[in-house]
């Protein structure tokens, strides 16, 4: 299965398909039945953009999208709009995370201008995490919207072509929305009812939380395909390697809503090289998770084993015999005298 870029001129509009939001290739692999592949990139503690272009350069080739975090678990880092802004101008298809603990109305309706121009084709929502947990615990927090009422409001300056205060938009932002999701919080009943109420606040794709209770992922999807809620959003699975058995009960107790079965503990305690058998469960978790009715791709989530994700990818059969664009190969190709770079 193959999904054309249209090379084109950096700067030049990308065509919209029928149907669809956003010129991104994103929502085009998502729409025609792709099973789609993003990871989080995360950023860097500088201001030099070489090693943005690093951290990148190591998912070339094995993902639809890069999410640019923005700001989570509440620690300072380069901005999502900063990180998105080097990349677009790289060829990546990029994800910009909003986090609505930090910004009011205003600076989060311009931010989605300026990066909708920038070429960014994807939001995600996010209400962000308290501002007590990260490392400025004596920041104001701003929670001016939450991420129902932001998905709600990119939606009116996207198909109503106007501001929330209803000032006229002379062009709106052609953007794919967002949000995430979480199977494992409880009450568990409850969470395909708040994954309904994101679609009907905007969201057309959504990232879950780490999925490693492969059975409660189960039981979630099967609510949410009584509900018909897998065809009106595309879900996005979160993976991700664990790197030892003593940070995955770390993360099981101290990280609210990700459950980790007692069994991959001792999978992991059990292994001679207990990293190597963190990815092979990711591959193991992913192979399974393909097999789910109503589950559209996965969203890696590999924190700083990002150098993994491009094995975990081949070593999965993911994108079968998809052939995903490299964008350093292009921007070599147009230097060379080639095609241009493609849009994202």
């Not at 943005?52 to 190591?58: D, P």
């Not at 639809?64 to 080097?86: E, K, P, R, W």
């Not at 960014?120 to 929670?143: M, Q, R, W």
């Not at 995430?180 to 009907?200: G, S």
């Amino acid at each position: 299965m193959q999904f054309d870029d249209e090379p084109l001129t950096p700067g030049d509009p990308l065509p919209i398909r029928p149907g669809h939001s956003s010129p991104g290739r994103l929502e085009r692999v998502l729409r025609a039945g792709g099973f789609a592949v993003t990871a989080e990139i995360s950023p860097p503690d500088s201001a030099d953009p070489n090693e943005v272009y690093r951290r990148a350069a190591l998912f070339d080739g094995y993902v639809d999208a890069l999410n640019a975090t923005d700001g989570s678990g509440a620690h300072c880092h380069m901005s999502s709009v900063g990180m998105c802004s080097l990349l677009t101008r790289r060829g990546h298809a990029m994800v910009m995370q909003v986090s609505a603990r930090d910004r009011n109305r205003i600076a989060i309706q311009g931010d989605v201008l300026g990066a909708a121009a920038m070429g960014v084709y994807n939001i995600l929502c996010l209400t962000g995490d308290s501002v007590e947990v990260g490392d400025h615990p004596e920041a104001k927090p701003v929670f001016d919207v939450d991420c129902m009422s932001m998905l709600e409001m990119i939606r009116i300056m996207r198909d109503e072509s106007r501001f929330l205060s209803g000032r006229k938009l002379s062009y709106p932002p052609q953007v794919f929305l967002g949000a995430a999701a979480n199977p494992f919080a409880p009450p568990l009943d409850y969470r395909p009812l708040r994954l309904a109420k994101k679609v009907a606040a905007g969201a057309q794709f959504v990232q879950t939380q780490y999925c490693f209770d492969i059975e409660v992922l189960r039981q979630y999807m099967s609510a949410v395909r009584d509900a018909g809620l897998h065809d009106e959003v595309f879900i996005l699975a979160g993976v991700g390697p664990l790197a030892s058995a003593k940070s995955a009960e770390w993360i099981r107790s101290n990280v609210p809503g990700v459950h980790i079965p007692d069994e991959t503990i001792r999978r992991l305690s059990g292994a001679e090289k207990q990293n190597e058998e963190g990815v092979n469960i990711c591959i193991d978790l992913i192979n399974e998770i393909q097999e789910i009715e109503g589950i559209h791709g996965v969203h890696i989530m590999a924190f700083k084993q990002e150098h993994r994700v491009g094995e975990i990818v081949e070593r999965s059969g993911i994108l079968g015999d998809r052939q995903l664009w490299r964008p350093a190969r292009h921007w070599e190709e147009s230097a060379a005298g080639g095609d241009e770079v493609a849009g994202t």
